[in-house]
């Protein structure tokens, strides 16, 4: 059931997220006039091949447009008439333009019906989370609240920091937040450190240069967890720990003989019990109970815990949401660069920072929860958007690099050569995508 959820999930996000942008065109093209033979969801045809397996599952046209949801689920398409793409080579174009073909208009109108997508996107992240900003305020962890100090796992243990550290400063300077721990700009900037008060002395625990490289590789950005007093939230259904009667508010205070005060180690000790049958002291009114649960082989019990530290929220008025939620939504491309720029310099691997559908169904979560649904959601709009722009034939950038040099030269490139260019590009998105989805999960399981 959680695999469902968490592609469920995935495949409602996407496809919002690829009709936004496939309406950014579309909505583009019909205000310049522009034809519009097709506008699907997914694609009608074994993609990349458009003359492969053609079929859709829902189709109906509605003037000179065909809209419809296609059997294939990778994305979505329009087809824009007189424009060379994944449907259209230069021989469908041999007659001369008409006036309603997109190679007949201006080339600054093809320019904006080439952006439609992503500024479509762009604006789709901004409005996500302005309005998450505006209904659920910012809730956040002071650093005060950390008064237990951190459980470091293995890559924090390597960086030097230990069990019960008390972080104090980020590069020399005070913080408010815990989760200011984890900001990019800390991790992937250069001569970055943390300070830590260790047995009454200051320590510095400098952070490495390949840092972002050394999370993707443990799978998951907290390299230090907040020791906290936890009790149980809820009860997953059918779960090892509803079979073992663990309910709502109880606090486990034991694992067989070991005494474990906060989550963190609760969760190490779980993971050294995997499949195992195990004894959970907890309390529950005042009263100490035993029970008698077995682990599964995850090394979980099937339970949602909730923190006994303090947060905090801040709220925003709607004025105030804007200008926040379009910095968070900006910060995601800002990250985007950060990491790109990483690899290039050669302090992160490509291989290691890139994740396919797996990794995003993971990243949404076992469980159906809307406002993290919708933040994932966001977030994607928004590495869409950037993704989009990159300068590849056969994206939105590269049909943005020649239609700029058109502007720039007063001549565009001929037929031939934008179709050519549009075959490199995809082979090049093709084998990106066949690396992403099966090549490098295949050497992760592996250990390569």
Do not use: C
Not at 166 to 195: A, L
Not at 373 to 384: I, K
Not at 407 to 412: E, F, L, P, S, V
């Amino acid at each position: 059931m959680e695999i469902l959820i968490m592609a469920g999930q995935m495949l409602l996000g996407l496809s919002i997220l690829v009709g936004i942008h496939e309406f950014g065109h579309f909505a583009a093209a019909k205000y310049f006039k522009i034809r519009v033979d097709k506008f699907y969801i997914f694609f009608d045809f074994l993609f990349p091949m458009p003359g492969v397996l053609n079929f859709a599952l829902l189709k109906k046209k509605i003037g000179e447009t065909e809209y419809g949801l296609g059997w294939f689920p990778l994305g979505g398409y329009v087809a824009i008439h007189g424009m060379i793409d994944e449907t259209q080579d230069a021989d469908s174009l041999a007659a001369e333009p008409q006036p309603n073909e997109f190679r007949a208009k201006p080339a600054w109108q093809r320019l904006i019906v080439m952006l439609g997508g992503v500024i479509m996107n762009v604006i789709t992240g901004i409005v996500i989370f302005t309005m998450l900003t505006y209904t659920q305020g910012e809730s956040y962890l002071p650093a005060s609240e950390v008064r237990y100090g951190i459980l470091p796992n293995k890559l924090g243990e390597e960086i030097g920091f230990r069990t019960g550290d008390k972080i104090v400063k980020i590069n020399g300077r005070p913080f408010t937040e815990f989760n200011d721990v984890y900001d990019p700009e800390v991790m992937m900037g250069s001569n970055s450190y943390y300070t830590v008060e260790r047995q009454g002395q200051l320590v510095d625990v400098p952070v490495p240069a390949n840092f972002i490289d050394r999370l993707s590789e443990q799978g998951q950005q907290r390299f230090v967890l907040p020791r906290n007093p936890f009790a149980v939230k809820s009860v997953n259904a059918g779960s090892p720990a509803e079979k073992g009667g663990l309910l709502p508010d109880d606090r486990i205070v034991q694992l067989n003989a070991k005494k474990v005060e906060f989550f963190p180690e609760f969760q190490n000790e779980l993971l050294a019990n995997a499949g195992k049958p195990v004894k959970l002291v907890v309390e529950r009114g005042g009263e100490l109970k035993t029970l008698a649960i077995t682990v599964d082989d995850d090394g979980k019990l099937g339970f949602f815990p909730k923190s006994l530290l303090r947060e905090s929220v801040r709220h925003y008025s709607f004025a105030q949401s804007i200008p926040v939620g379009t910095s968070k939504a900006f910060g995601v491309i800002t990250n985007q660069i950060t990491a790109f720029g990483k690899i290039f310099k050669g302090e992160a691997s490509f291989r290691k920072s890139v994740g396919g559908p797996l990794e995003i169904a993971q990243q949404y979560g076992p469980t159906w929860d809307w406002v993290w649904f919708w933040t994932m959601t966001g977030l994607l709009s928004m590495v869409l958007a950037f993704m989009n722009l990159l300068p590849i034939p056969a994206l939105d950038g590269g049909h943005v690099v020649f239609l700029l040099y058109e502007m720039i030269a007063g001549r565009k490139p001929s037929d031939k050569f934008l179709e050519n260019a549009q075959k490199v590009g995809m082979m090049l998105l093709l084998s990106l995508m066949a690396f992403v989805i099966i090549i490098n999960p295949l050497l992760k399981k592996l250990g390569i």
